[in-house]
């Protein structure tokens, strides 16, 4: 219970100081509306090499949008039912976080690896904002906690196949909220395999972990071909590049501000990291669950990385990685400390030094996150004006529009939108031909941002320049421009 109320609290701290809504958050958005107003899976906002608008869902799983939509449906706005789920994930996961951690050491150590990870900057925006990590991370623990109960069992009889089932259920909706959720599942078995459970209860663990996730893979084969969804541009970075971009990040993501200004202490403590996660794997129990499944993440965006054109290594990516390797961390620690300070109460020591050193390292860190980052007033006032320009440039209307700025016009205004995104996540440039194609599905008026054109491409900043051949401009409000979308 304690624990959460501290994740409470911290939701509750964080949440004021955060617009709560980035690109991506619109974006799930989009897709909670047309399922609430029954359109299915679809998205309406869609980048401008796609078929068809509205487009099928596949760039990422349902179940973070679908659970908007759910929540909708009790009469909260889509916006306010986004951030509800992700803050009631967020405190789910603490409680299941600390049943992790339980596993790895006693009730008071839990309590300090929960103060240590709940505290981590990245994980405390997560629980703040309308992204879907929280339910991810609230599931993927769930699971990992059910399938270790299977082999691990003390004094209670053997694990019977329904308890495998639901264990295995909770880890495949995992995968359906992020498709990284996917490889935890061979990784689960192969630990489950290994600790010798009875064919039956594993067969009954396996079909419960494939079926969401062959339900979800088998929409995306039927609509695109594909099981992971519509492909993505090839990525350019060579595996050395992405693992140095991965290190670099993680320095960042991992380790409280101060320490990050200071490269001979930052990669020294980083390399400690991974030192525990080594020890970790060899110790065996909890400790090992939770290294291989941060490893297995990170690997799983690593390889995202350096196949496909997609953000760095950094932030939301990496942030799932963090909670096990804090586990990971705490347990190192504590194993240290206890040894350091053998005795009848070496436990309560260890347990006090934790805390402190914990509270100190993470607990500036956040500070330091709360006080600037995390706390961006500009930000919240420069998203209003946004939005209040582009109501006032696009009334409702059922023609999708042409834009930069998709996932907001779609969330401000209602309107269908076929994004232009920057150059490194397209797979070729805009040209006539799109141009013709976009106008035959409805596309007549186009609204961009006045900043660098440049960025869109040398066909539409063409048609944006004023210049002859270009788009009519119709009007201008807080940095954007409509046009009318000419031949």
């Given amino acids: 219970m304690r624990v959460a109320v501290w994740a409470a609290v911290v939701v509750a701290v964080v949440a004021p100081r955060l617009v709560g809504f980035t690109t991506d958050s619109d974006a799930y958005l989009d897709v909670a509306g047309n399922l609430r107003d029954g359109r299915g899976l679809v998205q309406t906002v869609v980048d401008f090499w796609r078929p ?22 009790l009469g909260l706005p889509l916006e306010a039912a986004a951030r509800l789920l992700s803050a009631l994930a967020y405190v789910a996961f603490a409680i299941a976080f600390h049943s992790l951690a339980r596993r790895a050491g006693g009730r008071g150590f839990a309590f300090v690896a929960a103060i240590v990870v709940l505290l981590g900057p990245g994980l405390a925006q997560a629980g703040a904002t309308a992204w879907s990590e929280s339910l991810y991370l609230f599931l993927l623990t769930a699971g990992l906690v059910g399938a270790f109960d299977l082999t ?27 498709y990284m959720g996917i490889a935890l599942v061979p990784l689960v078995f192969a630990l489950l395999w290994g600790g010798q459970l009875r064919r039956r209860v ?22 695109f071909g594909r099981l992971l969804g519509p492909g993505l541009p090839t990525g350019s970075r060579t595996p050395l590049e992405v693992l140095v971009a991965m290190a670099a990040a993680l320095r960042w993501e991992f380790l409280p501000n101060a320490f990050a200004h200071l490269p001979w202490l930052a990669f020294p403590a980083l390399a400690g990291v991974f030192g525990a996660t080594v020890w970790a794997i060899r110790a065996g129990g909890a400790p090992r669950w939770a290294a291989l499944a941060a490893l297995m993440q990170l690997a799983c965006v690593a390889f995202a990385v350096w196949r496909s054109g997609i953000n760095d290594p950094q932030g939301r990516y990496t942030l799932v990685a963090w909670p096990f390797l804090g586990l990971v961390v705490c347990a190192a620690v504590h194993v240290a400390i206890t040894r350091l300070f053998a005795g009848r109460r070496s436990e309560r020591v ?10 100190v390292v993470v607990g500036a860190g956040l500070g330091r996150f709360v006080g ?18 582009l109501t006032r440039l696009m009334p409702p209307g059922p023609e999708p529009v042409l834009t930069d700025s998709g996932h907001l016009l779609r969330l401000t205004t209602g309107r269908a939108a076929v994004q232009v995104p920057p150059e490194r996540f397209r797979v070729r440039e805009f040209t006539a031909v799109d141009a013709r194609l976009w106008r035959e599905h409805g596309v007549k008026q186009a609204i961009f941002r006045t900043d660098d054109h440049a960025r869109l491409g040398a066909y539409l900043e063409q048609r944006l320049s004023g210049g002859e051949g270009s788009w009519a401009a119709e009007d201008s409000a807080a940095g954007y421009v409509r046009y009318r979308v000419g031949p």
């Fill in 52 to 73: 068809g608008n509205p487009d099928a869902l596949g760039m990422w799983p349902p179940l973070y949008p679908a659970g908007i939509a759910a929540l909708s449906l």
């Fill in 152 to 178: 691990h069992r003390g004094v209670r009889p053997p694990a019977g196949a329904r308890e495998a089932a639901w264990a295995g259920l909770v880890l495949g909706l995992a995968a359906d909220t992020r």
């Fill in 202 to 223: 594993l067969a009954a663990w396996t079909a419960g972990a494939a079926l969401p996730i062959a339900l979800w893979l088998g929409h995306n084969l039927a609509e």
């Fill in 350 to 359: 260890a347990e006090i030094m934790a805390a402190g050193l914990a509270l």
């Fill in 372 to 389: 600037t980052t995390v706390a961006p007033p500009a930000q919240a006032v420069a998203r209003r004006h946004a939005q209040v320009a």
